[in-house]
C-alpha cells in the first residue's frame, strides 16, 4: 500500500445521475455518491477525471440547453484503508421482490437476494433506470419466462429474472460488460443460458419478456429488433429514458400497448405489450 492516495470531491449543482452515469462509463474504480455529488479515491492522481468532468459538463449543457455548476477539489491525504471505509458506504438496497446487496453484507431473510460487487458492477440497483427496471422484472416475470436482457451492463436485470425462475439470455455490445455479467451471474450461483457480445439481433428466439436499459436514441433505433424477438404476447419493458423523450420513443412503438409507466426522479421505464 502506498504512503498516500488522492481523494476528488466532486459536487454539481444538477442532473447528478447523469454525471453518475458518466462515471460510472469512466472509472475503473467504484465511487461514492453523496447528496450533491461524488467522492473518488485512488492511488493515483485524478487530473485526468477532473478533465473528464469539465468535458462533460460544457456537452451536457451544450445539450440540454441550461447552465451547470461544478466544482471539484482533489486532496492528497495518508493512507489508511480507505477501501473499507468505501465498502462500508455501499448500503443494501430493497426493490420489489429483490434484496440487493454486495458480498460483504449480510443477505436478507425475507427477499430474493441479488448479490452485486460494486467493484465489478456497472449496475448496482442504486441509478433510478435499474431500480424501476427492477422493479418491472419483479411484478411481470414468472416462473419459465424466456428472457431477454439487451445491454445487460452488470446483469443485475437477467440475474433478478434467473432469480424468479426465468430462463435468461443477455447482450451487450460492450466486452467488458458481457464479462462482467457473467461474473456477477456466477457470484449469484447463477448462468445466462446464452450470453453474447453484439446486438440483439444475432438471436433467432422469440421471447416473453424483453428487458432493454439503454438511453432513448438507441431504443428507437433497435425498435424492430427489440419487437422481433417478443413473442406474440410478450412484454417490453424499456428504460433509461428521460422523461422529456418519452413521447419520442413511443412514437416506435405505436404498435404496443402501455400496460404501465414507472417514473422515478427525471427517468421514465415503459412496459409495453404486443397489441
Known amino acids: ?17 447523469l454525471f ?30 477532473v478533465w473528464g468532468l469539465e468535458q462533460f459538463r460544457e456537452a451536457l449543457q451544450k445539450a440540454l440547453g441550461t447552465s451547470i ?6 486532496t492528497k491525504l495518508q493512507n489508511s484503508d480507505w477501501v473499507e471505509s468505501y465498502k462500508k458506504s455501499i448500503e443494501p438496497l430493497s426493490i ?22 460494486p467493484a465489478l458492477a456497472f449496475g448496482t440497483g442504486h441509478h433510478p433506470t435499474t431500480a424501476s427496471s427492477l422493479l418491472a422484472i419483479s411484478n411481470y416475470v414468472k416462473e419459465g419466462d424466456r428472457v431477454l436482457d439487451v445491454g445487460c451492463g452488470s446483469g443485475i436485470l437477467g440475474i433478478g429474472a434467473m ?7 443477455a447482450c451487450d455490445t460492450d466486452p467488458v460488460s458481457v464479462a462482467n455479467a457473467r461474473e456477477n451471474a456466477s457470484l449469484n450461483g447463477l448462468e445466462f443460458h446464452g450470453l453474447w457480445e453484439g446486438s ?3 438471436t433467432k428466439e422469440k421471447y416473453n419478456i424483453v428487458v432493454a436499459n439503454i438511453v432513448a436514441d438507441v431504443l428507437t433505433f433497435i425498435a424492430n429488433e427489440l419487437k422481433n424477438a417478443l413473442e406474440d404476447d410478450g ?6 429514458i428521460l422523461d422529456k423523450y418519452e413521447d419520442k420513443v413511443l412514437a416506435y412503438y ?12 427525471e427517468w421514465v421505464t415503459l412496459v409495453l405489450k404486443k397489441k
Open 69 to 74: 455548476e461544478l466544482e471539484t477539489t482533489q
Open 235 to 240: 412484454i417490453l419493458i424499456l428504460s433509461g
Open 200 to 202: 440483439c439481433a444475432l
Open 254 to 265: 405505436k404498435d404496443c400497448e402501455i400496460l404501465e409507466k414507472i417514473a422515478q426522479d
Open 20 to 49: 453518475s452515469d458518466f462515471l460510472a462509463d469512466t472509472l475503473p474504480i467504484g465511487f461514492e455518491e453523496t447528496e450533491d455529488g461524488f467522492i473518488i479515491r485512488s492511488e493515483d492522481e485524478l487530473d485526468t477525471i
Open 96 to 117: 420489489g421482490k429483490f434484496y440487493i446487496h454486495p458480498t460483504w453484507s449480510e443477505p436478507s431473510k425475507e427477499l430474493i437476494n441479488i448479490v452485486i460487487d
Open 163 to 169: 432469480k424468479l425462475g426465468a430462463v435468461v439470455d
Open 1 to 17: 500500500m502506498q504512503e498516500h492516495y488522492f481523494e476528488l470531491r466532486v459536487k454539481v449543482s444538477s442532473h447528478h445521475s
